[in-house]
């Protein structure tokens, strides 16, 4: 029957069903006491579940006098699946669902024979409604870890389940979580037209099955992934009673997305290894929470009206992630949020959306949309929050997606990215020679739209600056405002992004008068246009110029209205960098005491938000060692100098930098009370004025002081010092 758009099927209630209603039905309305319909010898007590691969019943073992769960198939089952089931039953595990019995319910009329399962009837709830009830994230991943050790020793019988996702879990109320339906996505069930349930040809469901799916049966690195997606949906996207730490978070993160690889030999090597890394996360702490900036109603409006159409949480990310698999839209929508949520300040939001984004589109084998995820999750890794290692395994996704595009544009919008990222790494010979070659690659092919030759020169500069090569940064820098101002005119923002990578050569360079010319000017015009952003930025630099000029009052006023801004606005990145930039001015104002206030808050803020290797580490450790050198606490300023010299060394610090950081260690060391704590310091300040003479108009200052310091702390003849 069709009313010419919609085509209505007439459903049939399952045999057994039926039966089971006759019979109660018998007893209300004529009380007579009719035999309970059987499978097998099982009674059949209620109906407690149905999906797309068959009706779950709840039974009475008479001979054994216990409750048993049989699931009753679609349709039959092959040999072979029938011998799995078999060996399925041999497998005692408490993470496994026992199985009892396998047969095949006899054909009545027009319905054929059916094969069941007898397992352990299991009281509880799945595993996605028992995560979605309040459940902490160190509970998820404990249940986590079971499942795995169940997967794991259904492996190492040789049974594979080829559809492992949240609903083939059952957390019972002891709190035990238990893996069910082994092998039945491949068994024979018809394909469903539920799109929480679907399974398809290559067996598994939408969003948990592994990529190589569609071409070969599964085996257990296919699992691995199901069981991959299905700890990404519970530990990462789904909200949970209390937070994990960012450094537990990220742990798992990374643990995950290698046995979420697209090529099967990337991932783990088995499941073992995998728990293994799961098992070393401790319980999280509490952390300092990410406050995000509210986005503009009118600028998510109509995202909020596709996303809405999506399954809800409510759905679980099962069916969430179904309906993106079957709707590709789906999966450029959000990369399009993820955007919108990064020019929020929603990070972690925009985190999330590019990843799932990079899923769904790697799983569909839509490049396109893989490669314009992944470049977005490479930048926002690298450059923002600097997890070096996740946007290298992201950059070799996006460099694959690309190729296969051959898309010339898109390749030069991921060099120039990855460039500027190694040189936040600490690679800086690295970045520079991929920014190089992009250059010449523009500047040969004019067909390339997507990067400007001058948008490179002024990465360049940028990367220049931070290795401490302050004469090529100069160059670059100066070079790129002159091609900017021709290119776009002298209020576009690619033109205030080079005025203010100017700026911070000028400064390398000592020409502090040069610096604030070129902070004040991009400041006016940030301002001018709206965007608090860059002013925030902007007006940092300027009083960080400021104070080193010696007005140290108007710095203060500066940093103030930085501190104001970015507090109302919730930029946590910004917060914790003008902290520590309050407490270098206390240092200037001779104030340890406020120092060590300010850089302690800016410590503690950061390690709630950054990896421990994070370059803002260096910087606060140092001022933070800086300070109780000034309180003549040595004993609590040399592991922290020494913590903060082994960070900037790793980062590739410039070496005048490197001098910087061991002329301050070496005099704090010469204080301390041990034999040999003098001749170890002036030899470390030694070789850092050697380094800072590396470059001696940028380290004016800093050479001078050490210079003098060492001609008035010596060593006599028999070497006891001398000062």
């Not at 492996?155 to 389940?161: E, K, M, Y």
């Not at 069981?227 to 937070?243: K, N």
Request: charged share 30%; with cysteine; net charge neutral.
């Amino acid at each position: 029957m069709t009313d010419g758009r919609t085509v209505v099927r007439p459903v049939r209630a399952p045999r057994l069903e039926v039966e089971l209603v006759r019979s109660r039905l018998a007893a209300k309305l004529y009380g007579v006491a009719s035999e309970a319909p059987k499978i097998a010898h099982y009674e059949i007590v209620a109906r407690i579940g149905a999906g797309g691969q068959g009706d779950v019943y709840l039974v009475h073992d008479p001979r054994l006098q216990r409750r048993l769960a049989i699931k009753v198939l679609r349709r039959d089952v092959d040999r072979a699946g029938i011998a799995e089931a078999r060996a399925l039953a041999q497998i005692v595990h408490p993470n496994v669902v026992p199985v009892f019995d396998v047969g095949v319910v006899p054909g009545v009329d027009d319905e054929g024979p059916r094969a069941y399962i007898v397992m352990e009837y299991v009281a509880g709830r799945s595993l996605q409604a028992w995560c979605e009830g309040g459940t902490s994230w160190a509970e998820r991943l404990r249940v986590l870890v079971d499942v795995g050790r169940g997967l794991q020793a259904a492996h190492a019988a040789g049974i594979v389940h080829g559809d492992v996702k949240p609903s083939n879990v059952m957390v019972g109320d002891d709190g035990r979580p238990r893996v069910m339906d082994f092998g039945l996505a491949r068994w024979g069930p018809e394909p469903s037209s539920d799109a929480e349930s679907q399974t398809d040809a290559g067996g598994g469901t939408p969003g948990f099955r592994a990529p190589e799916s569609d071409t070969r049966p599964a085996d257990a690195r296919s699992d691995q992934y199901g069981f991959c997606a299905t700890a990404w949906r519970l530990l990462v996207e789904l909200p949970s009673s209390s937070s994990p730490g960012r450094r537990d978070l990220e742990r798992v993160r990374s643990i995950l997305q290698r046995g979420l690889q697209t090529r099967p030999e990337d991932r783990w090597p088995d499941l073992g290894r995998l728990l293994e890394q799961l098992g070393r996360t401790d319980t999280p702490p509490r952390r300092l929470r990410r406050i995000a900036v509210a986005a503009g109603v009118g600028a998510l409006a109509w995202w909020g009206v596709a996303i809405a159409s999506t399954p809800t949480p409510a759905d679980g990310p099962r069916g969430v992630a179904a309906a993106f698999d079957t709707r590709s839209l789906q999966a450029d929508l959000l990369v399009r949020l993820g955007r919108a949520q990064w020019d929020a300040g929603r990070v972690d939001e925009a985190r999330l959306s590019f990843e799932r984004a990079a899923h769904l589109a790697t799983a569909r084998g839509d490049d396109r949309v893989s490669a314009e995820a992944t470049l977005w999750l490479v930048d926002l890794l690298g450059r923002r929050l600097s997890a070096f290692d996740e946007a290298r395994r992201w950059e070799a996704h996006a460099r694959a997606a690309i190729a296969r595009l051959d898309d010339r544009d898109l390749a030069a919008k991921l060099d120039y990215r990855w460039g500027t990222i190694l040189g936040l790494a600490g690679d800086s010979d690295g970045g520079r020679a991929v920014l190089l070659e992009l250059r010449e690659r523009l500047i040969a092919d004019p067909s390339i739209t997507s990067v400007a030759p001058v948008d490179v020169e002024s990465a360049l500069a940028r990367l220049e600056t931070q290795a401490g090569r302050s004469v090529e940064a100069l160059q670059w820098a100066e070079r790129a405002v002159a091609g900017q101002a021709a290119r776009v005119g002298t209020e576009h923002p690619a033109y205030l992004q080079a005025l203010v990578r100017l700026g911070a050569a000028q400064e390398q360079r000592a020409d502090l008068a040069g610096a604030r010319r070129s902070f004040e000017q991009a400041l006016a015009s940030y301002e001018r246009s709206g965007n608090e952003t860059g002013a925030l930025g902007t007006r940092n630099s300027l009083a960080i110029v400021l104070e080193r000029q010696g007005d140290l009052d108007a710095a203060a006023r500066e940093y103030d209205l930085v501190m104001r801004t970015a507090t109302e606005l919730r930029l946590d990145d910004m917060i914790v960098m003008t902290r520590a930039n309050l407490g270098a001015l206390a240092l200037a104002r001779r104030d340890p005491d406020t120092a060590v206030e300010h850089f302690t808050i800016a410590r503690t803020s950061a390690e709630g938000m950054y990896p421990p290797d994070h370059h803002i580490f260096g910087v606060i450790l140092y001022g933070l060692g800086v300070a109780y050198g000034r309180r003549d606490e040595p004993e609590r300023a040399v592991p922290l100098l020494e913590r903060a010299l082994d960070l900037v060394t790793a980062k590739g610090a410039s070496t005048g930098d490197l001098g910087k950081h061991r002329y301050v260690l070496g005099q704090a060391r010469w204080r301390l009370p041990e034999p040999d704590a003098r001749a170890r310091g002036r030899a470390e300040v030694e070789q850092g004025r050697r380094e800072l003479a590396s470059d001696p108009e940028a380290y004016a200052q800093e050479l001078a002081e050490a210079e003098a310091w060492l001609k008035t702390h010596r060593l006599d003849d028999g070497g006891s010092p001398r000062q």
